[in-house]
């Protein structure tokens, strides 16, 4: 049996995409290993400047992802590592979906797209930080075949999160 991968689109967050991001992720079961809270609009309106900051400085960033009927249905990409514990000065990649995109294959799909875009960009090596709980990610990283690497917790949170890496 011929399993049909889903189609999608990756695109430098717009300004517009801020609305689209808050609407998809404002949902406390896709927020659950990303601080539990939803974020308000201006969070996404400063997230999705950045990226294009990012884009503009890299070559990559955290893309808006479109499903084949051009719809916002979340986020994948890397970008620089943003805090200052874990992997610092190191490439992370990501993925975020709205709920009603989960268990479809876009997350997977979305981030072999992202990878081959950063390393056009001449990036070598990437990570990716999950929350030990998170099973879904942690699968994503599987299929990308990443590899645990390291356990850490955040300082601040004390969440636990496994470092997993690729080399491109």
């Given amino acids: 049996m011929t399993v049909t991968q889903p189609a999608v689109h990756l695109r430098v967050p717009t300004p517009e995409d801020a609305s689209a991001w ?8 896709v927020m659950e290993f990303h601080g539990g809270a939803s974020h308000d609009l201006a969070h996404y309106e ?6 294009r900051a990012h884009a503009e400085a890299h ?3 955290l893309y808006t992802l479109l499903n084949d ?3 916002v249905i979340g986020f994948t990409g890397a970008q620089p590592w943003p805090q200052d514990w874990g992997p610092v ?19 997977t799909v979305a981030a072999e797209a992202a990878l081959e875009r950063v390393r056009a960009a001449g990036v070598g090596h990437v990570v990716a930080m999950v929350h030990a709980r ?9 299929r ?4 645990a ?5 955040s300082p601040v949170s004390r969440v636990p999160a496994i470092c997993h890496r690729l080399d491109l």
């Fill in 149 to 153: 690497a390291e356990h850490l917790e």
């Fill in 22 to 29: 808050h609407r998809v992720f404002d949902d406390p079961e």
């Fill in 59 to 61: 070559g990559f960033c």
């Fill in 134 to 142: 998170n099973e879904r990610s942690i699968a994503v990283t599987r």
């Fill in 144 to 147: 990308l075949g990443m590899r």
């Fill in 69 to 71: 009927s051009d719809e």
């Fill in 89 to 107: 000065g190191e490439i992370e990649i990501g993925w975020r979906l709205g709920r009603a995109y989960w268990g479809r294959g876009y997350a």
């Fill in 46 to 51: 400063e997230f999705t400047a950045r990226q």
